[in-house]
């Protein structure tokens, strides 16, 4: 990424093929972007793009830029036969591998309601042993499932509440990291005259 006069390089393709780094520009005229590139040897990329699957610069308020992550999901759920599964062995798979995939996501914007409800829904499939347009009765409302098993539930958590805490440790680090870069760049850009008390930035964000 290049940006007041930084230059970052993204690895990209496969190594054995020579150009894998991409060069990109923000606001920097095209003709400077490529004349670095070529120095560079790498290619000019064009941003939004796709890196560990997200979608970098891409506005993730929209459900459509989430795609990657409910694929990824019902990817893994078309593997596993969740009929050959007992109820424990599907909590466990729901806990180890399905919890994990948005967690990178997660800790970096605010999934859109209609996210959420689609990777719960698959959750809530996965477990009850629905596949395609077959439909099951579910015995147990889905909150008291995903309730601590202190409180008599499975202890699978709510995505919602995982999204919203993993947003909030930022607001955690900001407060108690004294000497990193990525805080200085904040508040070199919103300021600092609320201190160190608050984020700066909108009450209601929707991304890190």
Known sequence: MMSSGCVERLDEGNPDEGAVMSL???N????????????ARCRVGYI???????????NMNLAKNWKPVIDSFEARLSVWKAKKLSIGGRVVLIQSVLDSLPVYFFSL????????NILEKNRRNFLWGCSGESRKINRVSWEKICAAKSDWGLGLGSLKVLNISLLTKWWWRFNTDACFFWKAVI????????GA??????RNFTSV
Request: charged fraction near 10%; glycine fraction near 8%.
């Open 28 to 39: 920097v005229p095209d003709r400077d972007v490529q004349i670095l590139a070529n120095l």
């Open 197 to 202: 008390a608050l984020i700066p930035g909108r």
């Open 109 to 116: 914007f605010k999934a859109p309601y209609k996210v959420i």
């Open 187 to 194: 508040l070199n850009i919103h300021g600092n005259s609320h």
């Open 24 to 26: 990109m520009g923000t």
């Open 48 to 58: 939004p793009f796709s890196y560990l699957v997200l979608v970098v610069g891409a």
